[in-house]
């Protein structure tokens, strides 16, 4: 017979704990069915503890001290869902200390904080547990920590966030420009008033760093995850894509282990239509894996949101109560962590100038004769090979589009050329270069 019930201290009752109060009062019987424990929602911790809330809590659950939460010996589980590093790492490693186990959806925490966070629980022997963290509602964690464990993971590649992916899709099927799509995006909820971190790429360079650190048992610093954002496209860069080339434009979170290290980047990338990411629209989310046993899995549904990240939260809970209730708790592990770092050797993490790929060039160009002979010399003496080229009769004025598609390059190649070929007088403003990827 388990522990008759497993006392939970909630830090947050926002978007996302208010979903998680929900479900777990209004799936009470089910819940605790499946936990062998009665799940008791015991504290709850929020900022003002006078704001009107949505959802119906007992009488005198909330309080402002979340520390207190963290420091009752009668709370087993801590469910961190303030977001943000200040005071959200405190808290958690405060609660690591205090030797109780914790479930957290802070993406950029734990990014930002990785080894911090994964040696506290270590030491401590609790468990962390971060299913929302990536993907909201998609079981991704789990799946990459017990489903795929079989596996040496080759290579991730993921749409995970849903706000640029809302944007992008807007931007590719009503040519919207991207500043139009972004208005529409936050008239409709899914950006943030500062969408920053969704349109610059940080936040699924955040998410990146949690499934590559995992997948490839590795500790991957946030800071060498290179990444570009969405923000220069344009719709034309969808159409010639789409229309002369057969590709989607979709900003990818990629993690590929190559020979020599790993590579992880965030960037707009050209993917072939046919790809099963290219079908991913709106505010979706997925992330496509790649193992060397089960070979390519897509894993898809709602990255955001109260409910679907919720549910995500609410099945770490269930697991960690379980344990809990059955005193196995951080007796197995450190969570979906495993023994990292112990003795995995940390993978290098390759930089950006060694990366091979093709790659899409759309230049301003003077429509004067010699100015393609010379752009193609320019890209030939670096090896850059062209593969196709698309130029348009100008309609007005002396300037066009001239785009270009290259075979396989070495982008520090790539890189020097284009310095060479922005210098030209007839070549006019920024090339706009994005990465061709098959995703396989
Ligand atoms: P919200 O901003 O909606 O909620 C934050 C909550 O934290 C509020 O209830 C706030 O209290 C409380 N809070 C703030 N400071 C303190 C403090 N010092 N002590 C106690 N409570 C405090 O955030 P979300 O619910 O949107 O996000 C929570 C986490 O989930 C973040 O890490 C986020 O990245 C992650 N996430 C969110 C998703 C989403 O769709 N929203 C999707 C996936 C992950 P009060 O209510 O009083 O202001
Ligand atoms: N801002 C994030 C997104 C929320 O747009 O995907 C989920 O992490």
Known sequence: ???????????????????????????????????GTRLELARVAVKDAKKAREVDLPPGLLTEDALGVIKDPSIDLVVELIGGIHPARLLVLEAIKARKHVVTANKALLAEHWSEIVSAARSAGVEVYFEAAVGGGIPIIQSLSEGLAANRIEAIYG????????????MDKDKKTFAEALKEAQKKGYAEADPALDVGGGDAAHKLVVLSSLAFDTAVPFGRVHVEGIEELTPQDFAYAREEFGYVVKLLAIAKREEDGLEVRVH?????????LADVEGAYNAIFVVGDAVGSAMFYGLGAGQMPTASAVVS????????????????????PFGDIPSSAPALPIRPIADLTCRYYLRLSVLDHPGVLAAIAHLLGEHGVSIA???????????????????????????????????????????TMLLRVERGE
């Open 316 to 335: 770490d809970v269930l697991y960690v109560a379980r344990s809990i209730a059955y005193d196995v708790a951080g007796r197995a592990g450190w969570g």
């Open 268 to 276: 707009p990338t050209l993917l072939p239509e046919t790809h099963l």
């Open 159 to 170: 749409i995970v966030n849903g706000t640029s992916n809302y944007i992008l899709t807007r």
């Open 1 to 35: 017979m388990g522990k008759p019930s497993v006392r939970i201290g909630l830090l947050g009752l926002g978007t996302v704990g208010t979903g998680v109060a929900r479900i777990l009062t209004t799936h009470r019987d089910e819940l605790d069915r499946k936990a």
């Open 388 to 430: 196709a080229v698309v130029q348009k009769e100008r309609a007005k004025g002396d300037r066009v589009p001239l785009v270009i598609l290259t075979y396989e390059a070495k982008e520090r190649d790539m890189r020097h050329a284009l310095e060479k070929i922005e210098a030209l007088p007839a070549v006019k403003g920024k």
